[in-house]
């Protein structure tokens, strides 16, 4: 991951912009959650890019999540992301959302299970397991209800992700916790994950889309209309 990298990171509330340069990360930064993230993000990355002395083509590739997460900001940051991709002709890696989250697990952690919301008493859930080569996912991302993905849980299994903090009632007591702080993807982990992700072909470049598992919200009311 050698060169000049733009980290975009749009699941959130707060969309997380970075820039990686000699395979670390060396700018971050939150925008604003009370303003979209199609407003900002494009001035942000030009900051970035002027800052560094550089123009768009001198970018070597772009990491973006790809979730799950917010379907609105989700969609903004892979719009972004194919866009720049293509005009510049860089590389463009997505980083499954959760594989950064596990990432952010304590080192005393020998698994984790990642939940995030999917409303309608849902969660969406995948278990990672630690191997020598860093953390891998034991089974496929999947949306259950909630009280489904509890028994999963017991018996010490540690729980990250941003749906923690949304169901923690209803979690079992004896869980261990991943802290509030790493529950969040951040941009170093995104990056962290991306070299073991191949670059999307140009097909695939065009093909992206946010991994959701279902229609927005908008299309599931349809649906039910």
């Given at each position: 991951?050698?060169g000049n990298?733009l ?10 912009l ?18 979209r ?21 001198d970018l ?43 990432e ?13 919301d ?14 020598a080569?860093?953390w ?5 991302l999947?949306?259950?209800?909630v ?7 017991a018996?010490?299994a ?12 209803r ?25 073991r ?27 039910s209309?």
């Open positions: 991951m050698d990298w980290v975009l990171e749009t699941s959130g509330r707060a969309a997380k970075g820039f990686a340069r000699g395979g670390a990360v060396t700018r971050a930064v939150a925008l604003d959650d009370a303003r993230h199609a407003r900002d993000l494009a001035s942000t990355v030009d900051g970035f890019l002027k800052a560094e002395g550089l123009v768009p083509r070597t590739g772009i990491v973006v999540s790809r979730g799950p997460g917010s379907y609105t900001g989700l969609r903004v940051g892979l719009i972004s992301a194919k866009a720049l991709a293509y005009a510049t002709g860089c590389a463009l890696v997505a980083v499954d959302t959760f594989a950064a989250v596990a952010q697990a304590p080192a005393e952690a020998p698994g984790v299970w990642v939940i995030a999917a409303l309608q008493g849902q969660v969406y859930a995948q278990r990672f397991d630690r191997t080569t860093g891998v996912p034991f089974a496929e999947r949306i259950v209800a009280d489904e993905c509890v028994p999963w849980l018996g010490g540690w729980v990250s992700g941003p749906g923690v903090k949304v169901y923690a009632e979690l079992p007591t004896d869980c261990p916790r991943v802290a509030e702080a790493d529950r969040e993807p951040r941009v170093e982990s995104l990056f962290a994950v991306a070299p992700v191949p670059p999307l072909t140009r097909e695939e470049v065009f093909a992206l889309e946010p991994l959701y598992l279902r229609g927005s919200s908008a299309e599931e009311n349809a649906k209309v």
